[in-house]
Structures are given as structure tokens and as C-alpha cells.
């Protein structure tokens, strides 16, 4: 074999080296748990094998909590602005890269064998016993969930019925499995599942419009690779999955 050939076989084998050997980049994304399963279809999508995706689901008042404690993560997507303007003000994101990923609709759902109950009306009904929301202080979907109801002025009278989960899929298993008799959820939550049925839909104007902002947090490590996902998050692949899952995208 001639030094030349040999020379040009090393330089392809070491440019092959170094191509398959990359290291990995992690990256951690804190996630409203309404968004659980269409992150987790994106993420057998993404394209770039040498960024890995972490994902971290919670309420998000929760998860803007872990930010401000210090909690490393790199994106944060919330399904309200609440929290993500006051990690804006705190300076705890990069307010550059705030964004709009997604939009929703809030919901009243039931078992899907409850026939009992027809529209948001029956709730005042002596036979609901027990309506499921997220927790005021730190589920976007109960704080909407509450501003429909005082708007529709019945909050007061239904009070007593409601209770409260920790997460608005914690209010979902709670009407799957019967532990309530209702629920007020996102109307992707609702699409999620083959155990319940969509009973009526609040009026966009009884509460905030429901939108996930979207940012990359100030004390990311891994900044280019969180911009690289989200961008991929942004795509028009990623977009098709949202809608499949029950969100508005853009």
C-alpha cells in the first residue's frame, strides 16, 4: 500500500472518529404537565442526536419556584404568563428569547359514561358532588378555572364542591377514575384522554387567554443547544404534533 493511500484511509478514519465520537449535550426543559405527552412525541422527533432532552413536568408555579431556588434547567415553558413574568422581573430568564409557543382552551369534562351532567349550568345540580381544579396559587389551569367561575358569578355557590389537585393531570386522573365527578381542565387534556368526555367549553371571555410562554433561562449552561431545541419546537413538525395533541399554535 502506498503512503499516500494509507495517509488518505487515516484521515477518513479519524474525520469518522471524530464525527460519531461528539460529546453529548444534555439539556433540561421544566414543562407545564398539560404538555406531557406532545414533549415526549417531539423528543423521538428531534433530529440532533447529540443533544439530549431532560424533561421535568410539574404545575407551573411549581417549576417557577425550582427556577428562583436555583434549580438548573435551561428552558422553562409555562401555561400562563404569571410565572414567567415574574421570573422576567426577577431576572432569572433571558427576556430576549420569550416567546409564545402555544395557546389552549379551558374546558368542563366528566367520565365518559356520566351522562348526568350536560353543561357548565349543572354544576349548580344538587347531584355534582365534587368538581376537580388545579390549586389556585400554583396551577395556571385552576387560576383560569376560577376566573371563569367568578365571572360566571357561580364560584360562590360551588365552592364547596371543588377540590383541588396538584397538577391539572392530577385533576384529569381524578375524573378518569371517578374520584370526581367533574373537572376543569385544558381542552388538550381533555383530547388526551379515551376515559372522559368534553361536557362544554367556557367562554374565552370569562377568563385570561391561555397561552404557554416559552424562554431559555438566564443561568443556562448549555445555551446554543437550549436555542437549537427550541427552535425545533417552533417548527412546523413540532407544530403538527401540538395540534395533534389539542393545542393552538400559530
Not at 103 to 117: C, E, P, Q, R, S
Not at 223 to 240: I, P
Request: with cysteine; charged share 30%; glycine share 6%.
Amino acid at each position: 500500500m502506498s503512503r499516500l493511500l494509507f495517509a488518505g484511509m487515516l484521515a477518513l478514519m479519524l474525520c469518522a472518529c471524530s464525527n460519531t465520537g461528539k460529546e453529548k449535550e444534555e439539556i433540561t426543559v421544566l414543562a407545564a404537565a398539560s404538555m406531557k405527552d406532545a414533549l415526549e412525541e417531539i423528543k423521538t422527533m428531534y433530529p440532533n442526536e447529540n443533544i439530549v432532552i431532560n424533561y421535568s413536568y410539574g404545575a407551573s408555579g411549581t417549576l417557577q419556584n425550582q427556577i428562583e431556588q436555583g434549580a438548573p434547567a435551561d428552558i422553562f415553558i409555562s401555561a400562563a404568563d404569571k410565572q414567567m413574568d415574574t421570573l422576567e422581573e426577577k431576572g432569572k430568564i433571558d427576556a430576549n428569547t420569550r416567546d409564545v409557543l402555544l395557546k389552549n382552551d379551558l374546558v368542563l369534562i366528566a367520565g365518559k359514561d356520566n351522562t348526568a351532567i350536560k353543561s357548565i349550568d349543572d354544576l349548580e345540580k344538587d347531584s355534582v358532588k365534587t368538581i376537580a381544579v388545579g390549586e389556585f396559587a400554583s396551577v395556571p389551569a385552576g387560576q383560569y378555572a376560577k376566573e371563569a367561575l367568578d365571572s360566571l358569578r357561580m364560584f360562590d355557590t360551588l365552592k364547596d364542591k371543588i377540590v383541588y389537585g396538584s397538577d391539572v393531570r392530577a385533576v384529569l386522573n381524578w375524573v378518569e377514575t371517578s374520584q370526581a365527578d367533574c373537572g376543569i381542565v385544558y381542552g388538550s387534556d381533555a383530547k388526551s384522554s379515551d376515559l372522559v368526555r368534553v361536557v362544554d367549553s367556557f367562554p374565552k371571555d370569562s377568563h385570561k387567554e391561555i397561552r404557554y410562554p416559552i424562554a431559555i433561562i438566564k443561568d443556562s449552561k448549555h445555551k446554543e443547544a437550549a436555542k437549537e431545541f427550541m427552535e425545533y419546537l417552533q417548527s412546523d413538525d413540532a407544530k403538527n404534533v401540538f395540534k395533534d395533541n389539542g393545542f393552538q399554535v400559530e
